[in-house]
């Protein structure tokens, strides 16, 4: 039985299939009737130890069917048969039916897969209602509710030419029910039909008829909503005038000041009509306009009007935006911070020339510290410098940036260490970026491994 459900499920899905492709033909619902000879016996299963056997019998069915196509390749076929199964033992020994006959009303449930025009493959259930029986052993004792009075079966079978007037059809029928109802005849011995049927079918209404593709309707008339001239299928703004140019749309403003993009030469800041679209400029880039900076070459803050103001807080002849030191007066030599005295840059200059670092080391030599020393008391008699500590490397050394930094900032806590206030001291790590000497040469390379101590105001 699984098995047999099994079968029908795959010709099922291989029909479903098949049904999905479509051709120039198309089938109809369609029905007619049959006759058929039936070759039937019983298959006598279980406890048989006397060999109970039935031969094949001669038999005939009539009866009307009706296809439904789904599709091209697959269709349901239910059919309604009048059958006559006849019977022949092979033993005298009482059985249900030693010899004669069974009628049935039978309803089969085809699932027939079609190969082609000419051939089908076709599998499924049938129910089998009880009509009579024939008993040509006159002196049995056998009544009609000896009989199993519905009954169920499943058959495959073949077809030729299964869409045409005349169908040759062939199928073997397997009963799954037994058919003694009360057991008397044979103690777990159950009696299951089986037959071969052969016959024709004759076509009376339906079957095929030619595909005919639904008439393409004219395309509709192209509309032009905005009248400028480019059909809405083409036009990106068919509600506005525009251009073959911008595909229907009008001369783009990017910047939305009023000047579209070919009259504007800015297309991308807003401008004005005066300036073809670009801002009003401002040449000296002191954030106002020309046409309202009173000096538009010079830079100078909007409380002057634009031009730059005459300021020199220190007097001492450098303006302040070039005085370094705008609140104590120098000399221009310095940019505007006082002179460095004489015996300062000794000492500086000294320290600086011994500052020399091994190669990725931040730890300062014996004889910087000595140098050190000096600059220590420079700085004591001159409370009012401050100074900056820049630290180098060399072009060979990992992380010069980071090295150079820590070498500087090595030298500050040595000034730190000896008194000198830690607001008077500023570092800065140069990284690899001013050497000294040449960074091919191991000697040069040592010297560029360094930290310089520069004084600031």
């Not at 005066?274 to 100078?300: F, L, M, T, W």
């Not at 000399?331 to 000294?350: F, H, Q, R, T, Y």
């Not at 390379?445 to 101590?453: G, K, L, P, T, Y």
Request: a negative charge; proline letters at 6%; one cysteine or more.
């Amino acid at each position: 039985m699984k098995k047999a459900f099994l079968f029908v499920l795959s010709l099922c899905i291989l029909g479903i299939t098949y049904s999905q492709s479509t051709g120039d033909t198309r089938y109809t619902v369609s029905g007619g009737i049959l006759g058929a000879v039936n070759a039937s016996q019983f298959k006598a299963k279980g406890t048989n130890p006397t060999g109970v056997d039935y031969n094949f019998e001669a038999g005939w069915a009539v009866g009307g069917w009706l296809n439904f196509p789904l599709g091209t390749r697959f269709s349901v076929e239910p059919q309604v048969l009048y059958s006559s199964y006849g019977y022949q033992a092979n033993t005298t020994t009482a059985l249900l039916l030693n010899d004669g006959k069974v009628r049935y009303i039978s309803v089969p449930l085809i699932l027939k897969l079609h190969a082609g025009e000419k051939f089908a493959i076709t599998a499924g259930p049938q129910v089998d209602f009880f009509s009579s029986f024939e008993d040509n052993e006159h002196s049995s004792a056998r009544t009609e509710d000896d009989f199993k009075q519905t009954s169920f079966s499943i058959f495959g079978g073949l077809e030729l030419f299964p869409r045409g007037k005349v169908t040759i059809f062939g199928r073997y029928i397997q009963g799954i029910s037994d058919m003694d109802v009360t057991g008397t005849f044979g103690e777990n011995l159950n009696y299951r039909n089986m037959a071969i049927q052969a016959g024709l079918k004759l076509r009376l209404f339906g079957g095929s008829k030619p595909y005919q593709a639904a008439a393409t309707p004219l395309p509709p008339a192209p509309v032009d909503t905005d009248g400028d001239g480019i059909t809405d299928d083409q036009d990106k703004c068919p509600n506005e005038k525009g251009t073959l140019k911008y595909n229907g749309c009008p001369v783009p403003d990017t910047d939305k000041d009023g000047i579209n993009d070919e009259e504007d030469k800015c297309p991308d800041q807003p401008g004005t009509a005066k300036y073809n679209g670009c801002p009003i400029p401002d040449s000296d880039k002191d954030g106002i306009n020309d046409e309202e900076d009173k000096c538009p070459n010079q830079a100078g803050p909007a409380s002057n009007k634009g031009c730059p103001e005459d300021k020199d807080r220190d007097d001492d002849g450098i303006d302040d935006e070039k005085d370094k030191c705008p609140d104590v007066p120098g000399v221009a030599a310095n940019n505007g911070c006082p002179e460095i005295p004489a015996d300062v840059s000794k000492v500086l200059s000294s320290s600086n020339a011994n500052m020399a670092f091994t190669t990725n080391s931040a730890k300062i030599s014996v004889t910087a510290n000595t140098s050190l020393n000096r600059v220590v008391t420079v700085l004591k008699q001159h409370p009012e410098m401050k100074v900056t500590i820049e630290g180098h490397a060399d072009n060979m050394e990992k992380n010069a940036e980071t090295i150079s930094e820590q070498r500087a900032t090595a030298v500050k806590n040595y000034l730190v260490s000896k008194g000198i206030s830690a607001d008077r001291i500023t570092v800065e790590g140069m990284g690899a970026t001013t050497p000294v000497s040449d960074n091919n040469t191991s000697a040069g390379r040592a010297q560029n491994r360094r930290a310089e101590i520069k004084v600031v105001y």
